[in-house]
């Protein structure tokens, strides 16, 4: 398969094109080559016919809910503006009856996954996170738990004193199916210095995955750019996930987040562009040659260049979510869910086929 047309502007993309169309991998040195390129069209091309190669023209969504049982953490990260501090005015700590009682009134038949995140809340103890899971689990078992980032999981061993092994079997039985992305930010321990991340670590990040992959999880990972970080730092991000992914092949897709400005009435100059945006999509795409998936996140980038990115190398639009929140309270201007007929709409008006899936990619349903 070959859908490269327009022109090589020089001798590197050329190099880049044929090693992709051969199957070789990129590495360090393409990876950023990519990002200083201005040859968008060639590289969304790539992109493409690598998604192609792998997925089709299939484009995957689920019918899920987003679920917060506590926005209280003791992590202070410089581009979060979902945490609070406990008693503080907006702070909150739901029981399970009280998520219960939230899902209860907004969930829809067709509801297929929970996706669960939240603050690290230490004046509770590791129990309360165990039993939040057993609640729900209870309550909807159709529902599949996908709960936690790794940096929660990390808080958690702190909070327990049980190992990384020991916390997420505790989970498991509790109900837990697989772990969100959510925790990686830029894989640096210097970023994460500069940015104040004073939670998992680079090492412990990974870990936290591994580990998971051993015990049988398929789980999802994150890459949130647009801040102080290099294009380096994004590909060596990259290349440290394709490492483990190599070792396990426990991730199911890699989903590029777009950083958000605090202020909601921040400047488009505050903004990722959307020529970024792409970019980083496309070369994800190239780079993560072992991973089956690479999100286009529109609560991050919108509808209409969620749909654009579905010809730069994405093959997955996320899913109905229903009231998001932490990249709002960051100051995003896309919408908090959309419905399933809105996905079908978004994902055929790219010309692509929508299909409905499971957490774990298994297909529901097909929309010819």
């Not at 859908?3 to 001798?11: C, M, R």
């Not at 738990?145 to 958690?156: D, H, M, P, R």
């Not at 697989?178 to 500069?194: F, W």
Request: net charge negative; charged share 25%; hydrophobic share 35%.
């Amino acid at each position: 398969m070959s859908t490269i047309v327009t022109p090589f502007t020089d001798q590197r993309m050329a190099e880049i094109v044929a090693k992709v169309q051969n199957g070789e991998r990129l590495n360090l040195e393409d990876g950023v080559y990519l990002y200083q390129t201005d040859d968008l069209l060639t590289l969304g091309q790539l992109a493409n016919e690598a998604n192609l190669r792998k997925n089709g023209k299939k484009v995957y969504f689920i019918e899920n809910m987003s679920l917060y049982f506590t926005n209280v953490c003791e992590s202070h990260c410089a581009f979060c503006n979902f945490r609070k501090d406990q008693g503080e005015e907006g702070s909150y700590t739901l029981s399970g009856a009280e998520m219960i009682e939230y899902v209860e009134q907004h969930i829809h038949p067709g509801i297929r996954e929970f996706h669960i995140v939240g603050g690290h809340n230490n004046h509770v103890p590791f129990q309360y996170y165990v039993d939040s899971l057993k609640a729900l689990s209870a309550r909807f078992p159709e529902v599949t738990l996908k709960a936690y980032t790794a940096a929660e999981i990390e808080f958690f061993t702190r909070i327990s004193g049980l190992s990384t092994k020991e916390v997420l079997q505790e989970l498991q039985k509790a109900g837990l199916q697989s772990l969100t992305g959510g925790g990686a930010e830029i894989l640096s321990d210097q970023y994460r210095q500069k940015m104040k991340v004073d939670k998992a670590n680079v090492d412990q990040y990974l870990d936290v995955h591994r580990t998971a992959h051993k015990l049988g999880m398929k789980t999802h990972t994150t890459m949130l750019y647009g801040s102080i970080e290099s294009h380096e730092d994004r590909i060596r991000h990259m290349l440290q996930i394709r490492d483990l992914q190599d070792e396990t092949g426990g991730f199911m897709v890699f989903i590029p987040l777009s950083m958000q400005p605090k202020n909601k009435n921040a400047g488009i100059m505050r903004r990722n562009s959307a020529y970024e945006d792409l970019k980083t999509i496309a070369i994800s795409r190239l780079m993560l040659d072992n991973i089956d998936h690479i999100k286009a996140y529109f609560i991050n980038i919108g509808p209409q260049l969620t749909q654009v990115a579905l010809s730069f190398g994405a093959s997955d639009v996320h899913g109905t979510i229903l009231k998001e929140r932490i990249s709002h309270a960051a100051g995003a201007l896309t919408p908090e869910g959309l419905t399933r007929k809105e996905l079908v709409w978004l994902i055929q008006g790219a010309g692509r086929i929508p299909v409905e899936r499971d957490t774990f990619y298994n297909e529901i349903k097909v929309y010819e």
